[in-house]
């Protein structure tokens, strides 16, 4: 089995003025396809440095990363760019909704930057803001909608282009308690009933407990990777 995630002894050295700063050191992690993990750990423990590096939003300093099977470690930032537009798809705390733009046309921009032609990129739209709910909620502008349902609209978004890999920062940080379950409801369907693979970063131990692994960073290094324990004993939610 190909891992949709490889990253093999990944490295990450910021340089602040004279100082070198390691965010990541040696990490070595696999994901595979269907799975649905948590990324976790505290401020400055490397978790967001690893997302940004399996997200093709940086370069590691050292080490390898495959994606799909595919080394893209060493390629250029335009490299990086087609290969996020075609492999990922991703969810932010904020959002990241065009504020002047429907439900729809948020969910198509994916699809225009690929140069999907007009009539198919609004009929995956549509179906893609129908899976997460909102197939009534097409012509609404972000403003018109609650926080859980911009926030499902980005999810919509993220799916249009059939990504191999979802990646989430922090997906229900501003949302509240039940909108938050309602959003990791949403993702653990997506999970279990379309195979979706999803790697979420959080600091909150209610929402990775939705997802069937849990990696935990500190100082630049995994230092736990364990199955959540609603999965670990029956391998399905209980």
């Known amino acids: 089995m190909t ?40 401020s400055g423990s490397g978790k967001s440095t690893f997302m940004n590096i399996i997200g093709c939003l940086d ?10 099977g595919h080394d ?72 018109e909608l609650s926080g859980g349902q911009q926030q499902r609209v980005a999810i919509a978004r993220a799916l249009v282009n059939d990504p191999s890999l979802i990646l989430a920062d922090e997906p229900t940080g501003n949302l509240d308690s039940r909108s938050s379950e309602d959003i990791m409801r949403l993702f653990l369907g997506l999970n279990e009933q379309r195979g979706i693979t999803i790697v979420i970063v959080t600091h909150e131990l209610d929402v990775a407990n939705w997802t069937r692994r849990i990696v935990n960073f500190r100082d630049g290094m995994v ?4 199955p959540t324990a609603s999965f670990e004993k029956t391998g399905a939610r209980a």
């Open 59 to 68: 370069q590691p300093s050292g080490g390898t990363y495959l994606l799909d």
């Open 72 to 143: 893209v470690s060493r390629l250029s930032r335009d490299q990086l760019a087609e290969v996020r537009s075609r492999k990922l798809g991703f969810v932010f705390q904020g959002f990241n909704l065009l504020a002047r733009s429907s439900a729809l046309e948020n969910v198509e921009l994916p699809l225009t930057y690929a140069g999907v032609a007009v009539e198919e990129r609004r009929a995956r739209a549509v179906a893609a803001l129908k899976a997460v709910g909102l197939g009534n909620r097409i012509g609404h502008l972000p403003s």
């Open 3 to 42: 891992h949709v995630v490889d990253a093999r002894n990944l490295r990450k050295v910021y340089h602040v003025g004279a100082e070198d700063l390691a965010a990541l050191g040696d990490v070595t992690l696999t994901v595979d396809p269907g799975e649905f993990v948590a990324v976790m750990g505290p």
């Open 223 to 226: 230092v736990d990777d364990h």
